[in-house]
């Protein structure tokens, strides 16, 4: 599975664009990139995943280069409820599930 | 929206006991999963879980653990004799069988163990 590097944390004020970036230099042919969303005490939550270019949900956008090593989720005007941990992965079986390997995420604060 | 349940929400035990949490995955859902997060730490992978048997396991998963799917509905993680390190948050997933595109999992609101 190929390493992801992002930031440790960020803050933002309400209302603001956020865009956090996520390095996968040895990503492979086959694997995609998966943001998650984590509260405190819940879960990890599916954002958005793409393979390439740009992919746009209602919640977020995903923009991956060409050479896909890195990616960029960006959180359009976001909002207090917004804090949270984002972590980027990068993997893929193809028997049908993605061993999920999380790392130690973006912590986001959002300011009001 | 259907969602991964899990029971209890919190559990407390004593070291050397057995415990077993129970989660209910989506039901439509082929894959699953077991996850755990010491507090603070990262979410780090257990085990999957596909047609009645283990697809894969980490190096955490020793023999102290197992998984079952006791009826068509349920999914457990036992824990034979529980260490105080094995105290986290545990976090059941589960995904669909969709063998040509990678597959989101969803996951429970988790169980916090606390062994004394």
């Known amino acids: 599975l190929a390493k992801t590097t992002q930031p440790i944390s960020m803050d933002s004020y309400e209302g603001q664009e956020v865009n956090i970036t996520c390095s996968h230099n040895n990503i492979a042919t086959n694997d995609y990139i998966t943001w998650y969303q984590q509260f405190p005490s819940q879960g990890p939550r599916f954002i958005i995943q793409g393979y390439k270019t740009k992919v746009t949900n209602e919640v977020a956008s995903l923009f991956i280069p060409a050479d896909r090593k890195s990616s960029t989720l960006s959180l359009p005007r976001v909002s207090l409820s917004d804090t949270a941990v984002y972590y980027c992965l990068v993997g893929l079986d193809s028997g049908g599930y993605q061993k999920v390997t999380f790392g130690t995420g973006t912590k986001l604060q959002v300011i009001p | 929206e259907p969602e991964v349940t899990q029971t209890p929400s919190h559990q407390v035990t004593q070291m050397g006991q057995e415990v077993i949490l129970r989660c209910v995955p989506i039901?439509?859902?082929?894959?699953f999963y077991w996850y755990r997060q010491i507090l603070g730490q990262k979410v780090e992978f257990l085990v999957s879980?596909?047609?009645?048997?283990?697809?894969?396991k980490s190096e955490i998963f020793d023999d102290q653990f197992s998984v079952e799917r006791p009826d068509g509905s349920n999914f457990t993680l036992k824990i034979r004799s529980t260490k105080l390190e094995d105290s986290a948050m545990y976090f059941c997933?589960?995904?669909?069988?969709?063998?040509?595109?990678?597959?989101?999992?969803?996951f429970g609101p988790g169980t916090r163990l606390t062994v004394t």
């Open positions: 039901s439509n859902h082929l894959y």
């Open positions: 997933a589960s995904s669909e069988d969709r063998r040509l595109a990678p597959v989101e999992q969803y």
């Open positions: 879980f596909y047609n009645n048997e283990i697809s894969e």
